[in-house]
């Protein structure tokens, strides 16, 4: 008396049904961290993919994932190299594919290497290839006489000022600009890195304005310091090894090839009364950088166009461009500024 019969099979399925379905928009809610931080990628289907791939993940951590063969240990280590957040650490790691693989920097580098190897050939000199009297004379060179000439504001990234200026670029290209292309794609790490290489000869042209500009620095500059902020403003995400010790080589690396770019400036030219290049490339690549750099790598798998603080960036490196070509083409004739002959 008083009891009562325990429900069918039929009728206990659907109540656990009706749980599950109760519960599933509390778990969607909570795996994003917040509706608004999700709430902009690209496909409306993303946030049901992710959540999809957390739970073929479950809760467990990705570096607690056993048996993984040498590819997946490299994307799993680019992943935490990379993206602050388990969330994306685990879908870039269900989802990555290889295809297509990090071309673009692989290709910008063999590009530099190439040229190099070309130029120390003809030059017959590698080591401080830019004291040699020729050297200008390169048409991928950016020099002030010839600023009209206007892939020279880009082509300047395949000269090098030698093997020790070249080895250090090549470096840093391959250990940060491959895993971030690996991460955000060739469009994305592409874009920061042109940005970084453009800015770069642009801020010569209009504060050393008598120098000309050789060397990558510009874009790798660009893309390590928005690969160090990005470290930085989400230091507690970040799961990286040693981040504190590898923050710090790379921050002495970038000030020792700075340093040898200012001494290098200040040298005796080897073709005066032109000077040897300028360093202010590298301080136009950190601008860059720490701007548009950080909100590409701040934004994994989201739309840039949908984000604020992207389009107020843009906005302003676009006032710089425009700046500069403006006074590229009146500054100089209106300071009458003595600039040194074409090589």
């Not at 928005?226 to 040693?242: D, R, T, Y």
Request: charged share 15%.
């Amino acid at each position: 008396m008083g009891e009562h019969p325990s429900p069918g099979p039929a009728v206990a399925a659907c109540a656990e049904a009706e749980r599950i379905e109760e519960l599933e928009p509390e778990a969607d809610e909570r795996l994003p961290a917040a509706p608004e931080d999700m709430s902009n990628k690209r496909s409306n289907s993303f946030r049901q993919a992710i959540l999809q791939g957390n739970r073929r993940l479950c809760s467990k951590a990705l570096l607690e994932e056993k048996g993984l063969n040498l590819s997946q240990r490299l994307i799993r280590h680019v992943a935490y190299e990379t993206l602050p957040r388990e969330i994306d650490r685990k879908w870039y790691y269900d989802s990555y594919t290889c295809c297509p693989p990090p071309w673009f920097m692989i290709t910008v580098t063999l590009l530099e290497v190439a040229f190099f190897l070309y130029n120390g050939v003809s030059l017959d000199q590698f080591v401080l290839q830019v004291t040699h009297p020729r050297y200008l004379q390169n048409s991928l060179v950016y020099h002030p006489r010839l600023r009209a000439q206007a892939w020279r504001y880009l082509t300047y990234i395949f000269m090098h000022a030698g093997i020790e200026h070249l080895g250090l670029n090549v470096v840093l290209q391959l250990l940060v600009g491959v895993p971030l292309e690996m991460v955000h794609g060739a469009t994305r790490i592409g874009l920061v890195y042109v940005a970084g290489v453009v800015a770069g000869s642009l801020a010569v042209s209009v504060a050393d304005m008598t120098a000309p500009v050789v060397g990558s620095s510009g874009g790798v500059y660009a893309l390590v310091s928005a690969h160090l902020a990005n470290i930085v403003m989400n230091w507690s995400g970040m799961k990286c090894q040693f981040k504190l010790l590898r923050m710090a080589v790379a921050l002495i690396c970038m000030s020792m090839e700075f340093g040898r770019a200012v001494w290098l400036r200040f040298h005796p030219s080897a073709y005066p009364p032109c000077p040897h290049p300028s360093f202010v490339a590298h301080l136009g690549g950190v601008a860059v950088g720490i701007t548009l750099g950080v909100v590409v790598l701040r934004n994994y798998e989201q739309r840039l166009q949908d984000q604020s603080l992207w389009w107020i960036f843009v906005a302003m490196y676009t006032i710089f461009v425009l700046f500069a070509v403006f006074w590229n083409i009146f500054a100089y004739t209106l300071l009458d500024l003595k600039l040194p002959p074409p090589p």
